[in-house]
């Protein structure tokens, strides 16, 4: 808790993240500057940060702002590497990092770090849900509900922080450890940031970088990449699949989720108990399991669990069913690989919402999937081209392009037919019109509130 006491230390990006840090360095008694670019009326948090103590740059990055007397610069996990500020530390030799590595540096309690492109809030979720059960004193922070920094400081060692870590958040550690880590997949995402797939991939295996012996690394056995990756791990791996037997860890076998540890077999959970629905959902569940087991839970609290959650708000989220036709919101479906799951996950014909930020990727990989699948395409946001090019190229019947969420939802309350379901699955992330996916799926629920 000491070794940040007098350094003098940049804080970069206002937002959630960056404001907990400032406060929680300012707390360990660091000298903090914090900037934005934003204009000084645009950073409500300003006058908060100064009424502390803590320095506040607006406007702009000044010139003078990285210097050598700069011990340490910490990121918004979303700001990327290649603005002055950052080059300018990086060329002094400055560490440049994110609240995760501050948080890793003191946090007293064990770590669950739980990474992955997709399923990572559902099974996060699920595992706190599972350790609170079990009457573990737990707390869930991260890339969801709180900022590390805003819990780690009042951890104790008889806790747990479970926390959800996205692919910018891991680029910036360093000695960033977690007791138990966990990858449930990998596939092209954020590439707008990380330039290349192997950027991308380099920062999630950043999650096992600092593990030993003594930690556990929990992986698909599903998963090419995650195969690929277990002979560069030190700590000890237990797997988790739904397709086949794994030599340690987690399988389904017969219709049962068995345990298998040290050549011995339990049965844990019939998966017919599981209430969430669908093959994706299933490997989430099953890292989950794993998870928990590992971190001591009774299996009748694995259980019990496994038979009440319905899964999380924006994620394959029913909404409400009108005239015979359901509404589902998975606004958290920000790349193509999550929109598949959620074009898979139903039956029904489908009336497709898709749209948002243009990151120059194309969607043809989901090609087949909306042919088989989908009636319709409702397009919108900065990518809506993109998305009309698509479904022509899968014979799409209907596709039209609308400005917004909002309008996307009453066109699809004009097309969709008696049993068909319509869908918000972006497969895009929400920046070029909304600030977060949440916003989005909250808008997208209102608006399907407002229909009748």
């Not at 803590?54 to 700001?79: M, R, S, T, Y």
């Not at 104790?156 to 922080?161: F, G, I, K, P, R």
């Amino acid at each position: 808790m000491k070794m940040y006491r007098d350094k003098n230390i940049i804080v970069i990006g206002m937002a959630r993240s960056g404001v907990a840090i400032a406060k929680l360095l300012h707390r360990l008694g660091a000298h903090v500057i914090v900037n934005d670019r934003k204009p000084r009326e645009e950073c409500s948090e300003a006058a908060e940060l100064e009424e502390l103590g803590i320095a506040v740059i607006c406007g702009g990055h000044p010139e003078d702002l990285i210097h050598d007397q700069v011990d340490l610069l910490v990121k918004n996990p979303g700001i990327p590497y290649h603005i002055k500020p950052i080059e300018d530390a990086i060329a002094l030799g400055i560490s440049v990092v994110t609240e995760v590595e501050i948080a890793g540096a003191i946090s007293q309690a064990p770590i669950i770090g739980i990474t992955g492109s997709n399923g990572k809030t559902t099974t996060t979720t699920l595992v706190g849900e599972i350790l609170k059960e079990d009457e573990q004193n737990v707390v869930v922070a991260g890339n969801i509900g709180q900022a590390v920094a805003d819990v780690v400081a009042d951890l104790t060692a008889d806790q747990w922080l479970v926390t959800e870590l996205s692919s910018f958040q891991l680029k910036g550690t360093e000695t960033f450890r977690p007791q138990i880590g966990a990858l449930l997949n990998i596939y092209p995402a954020h590439l707008d940031y990380h330039q290349t797939i192997a950027d991308y991939r380099e920062s999630k295996l950043k999650l096992f970088a600092n593990q030993t012996a003594e930690d556990i690394a929990i992986l698909n056995a599903d998963h090419e990449v995650c195969v690929e990756i277990g002979p560069q791990i030190s700590s000890r791996i237990y797997w988790f699949s739904r397709q086949k037997e794994v030599p340690q860890g987690v399988f389904v076998h017969e219709g049962w989720i068995i345990f298998r540890n040290d050549g011995v077999d339990k049965k844990i959970a019939p998966i017919a108990c599981i209430a969430l629905q669908g093959d994706c959902n299933l490997e989430n569940a099953l890292a989950a399991v794993l998870i928990a087991l590992q971190a001591g839970c009774k299996t009748e609290s694995i259980i019990r669990v496994l038979k009440r959650f319905t899964g999380v708000e924006h994620r394959l989220e029913f909404v409400k069913e009108i005239n015979g036709v359901k509404y589902i919101n998975d606004s958290k479906a920000t790349n193509a690989q999550a929109a598949r799951t959620g074009l898979t996950s139903f039956d029904a014909r489908i009336v497709w919402i898709a749209g948002g930020l243009d990151r120059g990727v194309t969607f043809d990989e989901l090609i087949p999937v909306v042919h088989s699948r989908v009636r319709a395409v409702i397009a919108y946001g900065e990518a809506k081209k993109r998305f009309s090019f698509c479904a022509k190229q899968a014979e799409v019947e209907v596709i039209t392009e609308v400005k917004d969420v909002v309008e996307a939802v009453q066109k699809a309350y004009e097309i969709a037919h008696h049993g068909e379901i319509v869908l918000l699955s972006p497969a895009c992330a929400s920046w070029d019109m909304y600030q977060t996916f949440e916003e989005r799926g909250s808008i997208f629920k209102q608006a399907v509130h407002t229909l009748e």
